[in-house]
C-alpha cells in the first residue's frame, strides 16, 4: 500500500538552527516526491519535489530535501531556521493510479521556532 | 492570473443537513480534485473530476458527491453531515496531460458541524 510516515508530530527549533524533517514513504514504483507547507488557515504551498536525476533537490526560501531510495526517505532540510518557517509541513508521495494522478499525504510535522 | 479560489472561506452547519463548497481552477486548468484535511492530518483524497466526469474516489462515503461544470468549476456537496466532517476541504487543480507535481492548491473552506 501507499503511503507517507512524519514520524515527528511537532519539532522546535531555535531561529538560526538548523532543521530536519524526516519523511518515509511506501510506494510501488519510483516514486514522485513533495513537500509542502501550510501556515495556519491556509492552503498548502508547494516547498520542492523530486522525480528523477539529482537527489538534492532545492526548493523555496531556503529549503532542501534529499531522496535517498536505499532508506525510502525524503529529508526536508534547512541550515538556518527563520522565525517565519513556522508552519506545518507535509510531506506527499504522488502518483498515477487508474489514469488519474492524487497525492497521499503524511500527517505533517508542526514546526516551532524559538526566539 | 487568480490561482484557485475556493468559496465559502469558512461555514458553519449542523449535524444532518447539507453543503455545498464551491472551487473555481487556476486559469487554463481543466482537472480538480478535492481533499479532506481532518484537523491534526494530513489531506485525504477524496475524488477527482475530469471532463465533467468522476475520475476516481478515495475511501469516502456515498455522501461526499461533487460535480464540474463545463467552464470546470466544480461543487462537492455532503449529504447528512457528521460531527466527524468538520475539516478543511481543500481544492487541488491541474491540466490533464501536465503530468506530475503540477497541481495547484486553493486556501481550502473550513467547515464546522455542530
Known amino acids: 500500500a501507499q503511503s507517507v510516515t512524519q514520524p515527528d508530530i511537532h519539532i522546535t527549533v531555535s531561529e538560526g538552527a538548523s532543521l530536519e524533517l524526516r519523511c518515509n514513504y511506501s510506494y510501488g514504483a519510483t516514486p514522485y516526491l513533495f513537500w509542502y507547507v501550510q501556515s495556519p488557515g491556509q492552503g498548502l504551498q508547494l516547498l520542492l519535489k523530486?522525480?528523477?536525476?539529482?537527489?538534492l533537490v532545492q526548493g523555496i526560501k531556503g529549503f532542501e530535501a534529499e531522496f535517498k531510495r536505499s532508506q525510502s526517505s525524503f529529508n526536508l532540510r534547512k541550515p538556518s531556521v527563520h522565525w517565519s518557517d513556522a508552519a506545518e509541513y507535509f510531506c506527499?508521495?504522488?502518483?498515477?493510479?487508474?489514469?488519474?494522478?492524487?497525492?497521499?499525504f503524511g500527517t505533517g510535522t508542526r514546526l516551532k521556532v524559538l526566539a | 492570473d487568480a490561482g484557485v479560489t475556493q468559496s465559502p472561506t469558512h461555514l458553519i452547519k449542523t449535524r444532518g443537513q447539507q453543503v455545498t463548497l464551491r472551487c473555481s481552477p487556476k486559469s487554463g486548468h481543466d482537472t480538480v480534485s478535492w481533499y479532506q484535511q481532518a484537523l491534526g492530518q494530513g489531506p485525504q483524497f477524496i475524488f477527482q473530476?475530469?471532463?465533467?466526469?468522476?475520475?476516481q474516489r478515495g475511501n469516502f462515503p456515498d455522501r461526499f458527491s461533487g460535480h464540474q461544470f463545463p467552464n470546470y468549476s466544480s461543487e462537492l456537496n455532503v449529504n447528512a453531515l457528521l460531527l466527524g466532517d468538520s475539516a478543511l476541504y481543500l481544492c487541488?487543480?491541474?491540466?490533464?496531460?501536465?503530468?506530475?507535481?503540477?497541481?495547484?492548491f486553493g486556501q481550502g473552506t473550513r467547515l464546522t458541524v455542530v
Open positions: 487541488a487543480s491541474s491540466l490533464e496531460g501536465q503530468g506530475a507535481g503540477k497541481a495547484f
Open positions: 473530476y475530469y471532463e465533467e466526469e468522476e475520475r
Open positions: 523530486y522525480f528523477s536525476g539529482d537527489t
Open positions: 506527499a508521495v504522488g502518483g498515477l493510479t487508474s489514469g488519474t494522478y492524487k497525492y497521499i
